[in-house]
């Protein structure tokens, strides 16, 4: 029997496989993975359920939720703004417990980054802003939105800038590109090699030759991510990446399909965004810095309408 090394005690090899032995069980070093991402939704989607409850129940009178909520648009963003808060405070202490590391670790803040690449980041949010405005405004547009119902008034724009400029970019962000795409892309990664080893397998019965034995897929680095020279090894293969933006990016579109009026080029353009929101995070390996590009983004749609209406003080200029 070989020596072993001090790397591979508590390890058993079988065939490609590599396996931790149960006394000696590696914690997985990619964060967050589907389960995390489904049970942050899950989180949010009860708050907002209860947060809703809380502010427009006593306003129905019989009539339905959204109805009550595009009469009173500064209450519709109170109960979203509450939502958005607790559901990142709950986080903030939940997640830690289940992944060992800090909340901002898991999901690859590096505020750092942000602020060293401020001056790049923050001119490109607002360039790639005022150039979707200018190729919406050649998009046929329906003659109202339901986002119309947040421009009548000067403190309902007032309040609606201030959310989504910082709020909304940062819990999107996090919702988005800090759990939903790395979710994807560990998903994926763990699919790609089952559906080919599948597919060859089953071409090889075809053909009467002998199946591979085994399927190789990645394997989880020693030290798990947990050692601060490791990092959390989130984006691992390029088809994973292309694939979960993608699917990421569409599901980001379609989240502000109604505030578009379901204008489907619209749709399009906005998960164009989406897409360079995502090269920006996977580039940097900072969510920060995809957090201020969407900040920024929104801040020159407001700027302009701020500019065009005077201050917010002619809402009647709003273009329709």
């Known amino acids: 029997m070989s020596e072993e090394s001090p790397e591979s005690l508590g390890e058993i090899k079988v065939g490609e496989w590599e396996l931790a032995s149960p006394e ?78 800090s909340f901002l670790a898991g999901i690859e803040w590096n505020g750092r980054k942000a602020l060293t690449l401020a001056a790049k980041l923050i001119p490109l949010g607002i360039l790639s802003g005022w150039t979707v405005q200018g190729i919406s405004s050649l998009i046929s547009m329906p003659k109202t939105v339901p986002m119309d119902d947040f421009f009548k008034s000067t403190s309902d724009v007032w309040l609606v800038t201030f959310f989504g400029t910082l709020l909304a970019p940062l819990f999107e962000e996090v919702c988005f590109r800090g759990f939903l795409l790395p979710a994807f892309a560990i998903a994926f990664d763990w699919l790609g090699p089952m559906v080919r080893y599948v597919f060859q397998f089953s071409v090889c019965r075809l053909r009467g030759e002998e199946p591979p034995q085994h399927f190789v897929t990645f394997r989880e680095e020693r030290s798990a991510g947990l050692a601060p020279e490791t990092g959390n090894i989130t984006f691992r293969s390029l088809p994973a990446v292309l694939i979960s933006s993608l699917v990421t990016s569409a599901c980001f579109a379609l989240l502000h399909a109604q505030q578009l009026g379901y204008t489907w080029a619209a749709v399009l353009l906005l998960g164009a965004v989406s897409i360079l929101l995502t090269a920006v995070r ?13 900040g920024s983004y929104n801040f020159s749609v407001f700027l302009v309408l701020f500019i065009a209406t005077g201050g917010y003080r002619h809402l009647d200029k709003v273009a329709r």
Do not use: D, N
């Open 24 to 101: 000696h069980e590696l914690p997985s070093a990619r964060v967050p993975h589907f389960g995390y991402a489904l049970l942050f939704l899950l989180i949010a989607g009860l708050l907002l359920l209860l947060s809703q409850a809380v502010v427009l129940l006593p306003l129905m009178h019989g009539g339905s939720p959204v109805a009550v909520s595009l009469k009173h648009p500064k209450l519709l963003l109170a109960s979203e703004g509450a939502t958005y808060v607790v559901t990142l405070a709950v986080c903030w202490f939940v997640f830690p417990l289940l992944w060992h590391r």
């Open 282 to 294: 996977v580039k940097t390996r900072s969510l920060a810095c995809s957090v201020l590009v969407h």
